[in-house]
C-alpha cells in the first residue's frame, strides 16, 4: 500500500549529475580547450622540472612558476566552471574572472617562454619544454577567441542600446495613464 502512494510522486533529479557541460559559464567546446591548457601545462611543467642544470636558472624558475600555476589554477578554474562547486565558493563574476585569468596566464606563457627559449642549455628536454609552453599559451589564447565569439569582452555593456532622450519620461507617462484608466 506504502509503496503505491509514494512511487508515482517521486521523480529523479536531472540536475545530480556532477559534471555540468555545457552550461552558461562553459560551454562544450571551451571545456575541451580547457582541458588542453590543464594537460599541456601539466606536461610543461614536467618536463622543466626533469632538467636537472641550467646555465640561466632565473628562465627555469620563472618557466616552472608560470607552468605550475597555470596547471593547478586552471585545473581548480575548470573544476569549479563545469561543476555545480562554483554555487558553494560566493564569486558572482565567474565571466569577468575566466577571461582575466585566461588572459594573464597566456601573457605569461608568452612571456616566460620567450626568456625560457633564448636563455637555456639548448638540451631537447629544454626544447620540448619551451614546445609545450607554446602549445599551452596557444591553448590560451583559442580559449580566449572562443570566449569573446560566445560572450563578448566582459568589460563591453550587455544591457543593448540605451534608452533615447525621453525614454524614462515616455515610460512613466505610460505608467501614470495605466493608473489614471483603473482610478
Known amino acids: 500500500m506504502a509503496s503505491e502512494v509514494y512511487t508515482p510522486t ?11 557541460v555545457p552550461s552558461e559559464r562553459l560551454d562544450a567546446r571551451r ?4 582541458v588542453c591548457e ?9 618536463l622543466e622540472e626533469v632538467v636537472s642544470s641550467c646555465s640561466s636558472c632565473f628562465a627555469l624558475y620563472f618557466f616552472e612558476f608560470v607552468s605550475c600555476t597555470a596547471f593547478l589554477f586552471t585545473l581548480l578554474l575548470l573544476v569549479l566552471l563545469a561543476t555545480a562547486l562554483h554555487a558553494r565558493v560566493g ?3 565567474w565571466r569577468d574572472l575566466d577571461f582575466w585569468y585566461t588572459s594573464l596566464i ?10 625560457f627559449a633564448v636563455n637555456n642549455n639548448g638540451t631537447d628536454l629544454e626544447k620540448s ?10 591553448a590560451f589564447l583559442v580559449d580566449l577567441l572562443l570566449f569573446y ?3 563578448g569582452l566582459p568589460f563591453q555593456k550587455s544591457g543593448g542600446d540605451p534608452p533615447a532622450e525621453g525614454g524614462a519620461q515616455l515610460e512613466t507617462e505610460k505608467l501614470n ?3 489614471n484608466t483603473t482610478e
Open 31 to 34: 571545456f575541451v580547450v580547457k
Open 149 to 151: 565569439k560566445t560572450s
Open 106 to 115: 597566456a601573457l605569461l606563457f608568452f612571456v616566460s617562454s620567450i626568456i
Open 91 to 93: 564569486v558572482t563574476c
Open 129 to 138: 619544454s619551451v614546445a609545450f609552453g607554446f602549445l599551452a599559451m596557444s
Open 177 to 179: 495613464s495605466v493608473v
Open 10 to 20: 517521486t521523480a529523479p533529479n536531472p540536475k545530480t549529475s556532477w559534471l555540468q
Open 38 to 46: 590543464v594537460i599541456f601545462s601539466f606536461v610543461a611543467f614536467i
